[in-house]
């Protein structure tokens, strides 16, 4: 079992800056893959961006040189830093953790809102 746990949504300002915080527990695979998703009502989860252990990542095109994700393997944390934020950026973000071996987990969700 894993457990995520999420911290760093709240309202902001278009063009502000959050950042979104994650810290995983239990059954932690070295090689592993986490990220953050967002989702808004009646639409499916999608990825915003993703960091491997290894430090390989991925984002959407729509955040792509706004958003920066991070992690710190000694933590098991993952984060992502959204800058120049605007509205169509306001969801619920999930952190995810996959690995090789067992089920992919998720966290609980932290809102972010982006006013215009």
């Known amino acids: 079992q894993v457990r995520l746990v999420e911290s760093g949504g709240g309202l902001v300002q278009a063009g502000g800056s959050l950042r979104l915080s994650c810290a995983a527990s239990?059954?932690?695979?070295?090689?592993?893959?986490m990220g953050w998703y967002r989702q808004v009502p009646g639409k499916q989860r999608d990825l915003v961006a993703v960091?491997?252990?290894?430090?390989?990542?991925n984002y959407a095109d729509s955040v792509k040189g706004r958003f920066t994700i991070s992690r710190d393997n000694a933590k098991n944390m993952v984060h992502l830093q959204m800058n120049s934020l605007k509205p169509e950026d306001t969801g619920v973000y999930y952190c995810k953790y996959s690995a090789i071996y067992g089920s992919d987990y998720w966290g609980q969700g932290t809102q972010v809102t982006v006013s215009s």
């Open positions: 960091i491997t252990s290894g430090g390989g990542t």
């Open positions: 239990g059954s932690i695979f070295r090689i592993n893959t």
